[in-house]
């Protein structure tokens, strides 16, 4: 199964994308990790890539859909399908992922699970935030701390704050995301494949209601 779950900053893709990845066997892409990684071993697509970031701007198309399609191309294991986390944003990445697709129908994607909140309530989210440095576990100081401040309860690594967690940077994404990402939601949605779920729920309500819309297709 070829999944895809789109939302706004803070919506909650990254923590169902782990709960999704553990249940369905499927290759977790998430285009924000895999820039962080980049930016992090100092790679050249990673310098590429930082400036954007900072700002909360999107990465343009070129090096985007290049990055995607090159990790497609090398996946290890195929697993049971994919889960595409945070990608395609634009509709030109979604139209570059329709080639792809077209040449290798097992790319197809299946389902697109929409995560729906009200924008008000996406500052909390994103300045609440805290992630593993190390196994990339995702906590919220309120709605889901670690047992020790700044600890994670996985793997007892250090936690921190996405440098682009801000309500600076959250406004520039939330722009970015009605500009180019909602007509992405269009797109897919025209294709019949999207299926809306409440991410304004607790985290437990959300997942149960994910599983749901993926056991049910
Ligand atoms: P969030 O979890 O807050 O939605 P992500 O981790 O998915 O954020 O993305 C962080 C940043 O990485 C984005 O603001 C953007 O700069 C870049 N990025 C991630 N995915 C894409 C994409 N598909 N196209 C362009 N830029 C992207
Ligand atoms: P995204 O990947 O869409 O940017 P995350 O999964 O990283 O979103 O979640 C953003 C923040 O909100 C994290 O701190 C996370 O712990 C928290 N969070 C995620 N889902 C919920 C929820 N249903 N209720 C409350 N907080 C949540
Ligand atoms: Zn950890």
């Not at 900072?54 to 198309?61: A, H, K, T, W």
């Not at 990055?67 to 294991?77: F, I, Q, R």
């Not at 722009?175 to 949605?189: G, I, K, L, S």
Request: glycine fraction near 8%.
């Amino acid at each position: 199964m070829n999944i895809l779950i789109m939302g706004g900053p803070g919506a909650g893709k990254g923590t169902m994308s782990a709960r999704i990845v553990a249940q369905f066997h499927v290759n977790h892409i998430s285009t924000g990790d895999i820039f962080r990684a980049e930016i992090g071993s100092g790679s050249e697509l990673g310098q590429k890539a930082k400036s954007y970031m900072d700002q909360g701007l999107l990465v343009p198309d070129e090096i985007t859909n290049a990055m995607v399609a090159e990790y497609l191309a090398h996946l290890s294991d195929r697993k049971c399908g994919f889960l595409l986390d945070g990608y395609p944003r634009t509709l030109d990445q979604a139209q570059a992922f329709d080639t792809i697709s077209a040449q290798q129908p097992d790319l197809a994607i299946d389902v697109v699970l929409a995560m729906e909140i009200p924008f008000a309530t996406l500052a909390e989210r994103i300045t609440g935030r805290r992630l593993c440095k190390q196994c990339g576990e995702i906590y919220h100081i309120k709605a889901n701390p670690s047992k020790q401040e700044g600890i994670c309860d996985v793997c007892g690594s250090e936690l921190y704050q996405r440098q682009d967690d801000t309500l600076e940077s959250l406004e520039v994404r939330l722009a970015e995301y009605h500009r180019q990402t909602e007509p992405v939601m269009a797109f897919y949605e025209a294709k019949g494949l999207v299926r809306h779920i409440n991410a304004n729920q607790p985290i437990e309500a959300v997942w149960d209601d994910v599983k749901k819309a993926l056991t049910n297709l």
